[in-house]
Nanobody, 115 residues
Framework: QVQLVESGGNLVRPGGSLTLSCLASGDTFKNLWMYWLRQAPGKRLVWIAGINENGGDIYYDDAVKGRFTISRDNAKNTLYLQMSDLNPEDTALYYC????????RGPGTQVTVSS
């Protein structure tokens, strides 16, 4: 099982941008579909983006499509989430995971969008 650690969360103003990173341990990262999920306060964990092993297939939830970009660097064992045009509804704990239901996810990184 690969171990995942997210980073890059911060407090950002509405309309701002932020890039999250997810560092994976081991040498199996390059063989895995990877996902970003988020959990807003008082709400359930939801999937927001997925990417296949080589980055050729990418999917987004409608809530983030056009504003967020998922990418990966297999040489660095790192998954990224570039976020732009952030709004308060994007405030959440963000996780990277091996499964689209959040299985094998890291501890998360907090993103707060507020003026």
């Amino acid at each position: 099982q690969v171990q995942l650690v997210e980073s890059g969360g911060n407090l950002v103003r509405p309309g701002g941008s932020l890039t999250l990173s997810c560092l994976a341990s081991g040498d199996t990262f390059k063989n895995l579909w990877m996902y970003w999920l988020r959990q807003a306060p008082g709400k359930r964990l939801v999937w927001i983006a997925g990417i296949n092993e080589n980055g050729g297939d990418i999917y987004y939830d409608d809530a983030v499509k056009g504003r967020f970009t998922i990418s990966r660097d297999n040489a660095k064992n790192t998954l990224y989430l570039q976020m732009s045009d952030l709004n308060p509804e994007d405030t959440a704990l963000y996780y990277c995971a091996q499964d689209e239901d959040g299985g094998g996810r890291g501890p998360g990184t907090q993103v707060t969008v507020s003026s």
